[in-house]
């Protein structure tokens, strides 16, 4: 079993940053890709961002030069960097960690609201 727990959410006015942790515990060694998806009110929780062991990276159009997803195995974290941030970033962003056999471990989620 892996345990992962999200931290660094809150309230933003646009234009502003934010960092996301997402920390893992458990049966990591599984883990070959780790994610943030986010999923805003009504609508379906959407891809923001994935980096594999390796380091490679993917990004969604929408966040793509504003946000920078990392991670450091040996302090089995993952992180988002979230700049000049827009209302429509707002939502609730979860850590996904997927196993090489398509296993997926969600943590429950940090909300972040961009406005004022």
């Known amino acids: 079993q892996v345990q992962l727990v999200e931290s660094g959410g809150g309230l933003e006015r646009p234009g502003g940053s934010l960092r996301l942790s997402c920390a893992a515990s458990?049966?990591?060694?599984?883990?070959?890709?780790m994610g943030w998806y986010r999923q805003a009110p009504g609508k379906q929780r959407e891809l923001v961002a994935r980096?594999?062991?390796?380091?490679?990276?993917y990004y969604a159009d929408s966040v793509k030069c504003r946000f920078t997803i990392s991670r450091d195995n040996a302090k089995k974290m993952m992180y988002l960097q979230m700049n000049s941030l827009k209302p429509e970033d707002t939502g609730v962003y979860h850590c996904?960690?997927?196993?090489?056999?398509?296993?997926?471990?969600w943590g429950q989620g940090t909300q972040v609201t961009v406005s004022g």
């Open positions: 996904l960690g997927a196993t090489i056999n398509g296993t997926g471990y």
């Open positions: 980096i594999t062991t390796g380091g490679s990276t």
């Open positions: 458990g049966s990591i060694f599984n883990i070959l890709v």
